[in-house]
Nanobody
């Protein structure tokens, strides 16, 4: 059974940091490109960051460049999102997403991040 389980969300003050984790199981993690998306209330889901199967290639939304870092550990079947200098605009539910050729993609259930003083 395929599972993507996000963790690490919570309430943090502006300027603070959080590290999200997404633990994968039920598929060959190392063959999947992994991404983090987020969805704020009343807004569409948007891509935050993506990472290649090997971890050598990454991409980021302009709004998070220089503040967020995506990484993965294929030995642990886990992808991470280090979020620094958090802003109230980063408040959203953050979702893990796995994609590869020839197979359907997978979504996690999300973890809430709230940035507020």
């Amino acid at each position: 059974q395929v599972q993507l389980v996000e963790s690490g969300g919570g309430l943090v003050q502006p300027g603070g940091s959080l590290r999200l984790s997404c633990a994968a199981s039920g598929f060959t993690f190392s063959r999947y490109r992994m991404s983090w998306y987020r969805q704020a209330p009343g807004k569409e889901r948007e891509l935050v960051a993506g990472i290649s199967t090997t971890g050598w290639g990454t991409n980021y939304a302009d709004s998070v460049k220089g503040r967020f870092t995506i990484s993965r550990d294929n030995a642990k079947n886990t992808v991470y999102l280090q979020m620094n200098s958090l802003e109230p605009e980063d408040t959203a539910v953050y979702y893990c997403y796995a994609r590869t050729l020839d197979y359907p993609p997978y979504w996690g259930r999300g973890t809430q991040v709230t940035v507020s003083s």
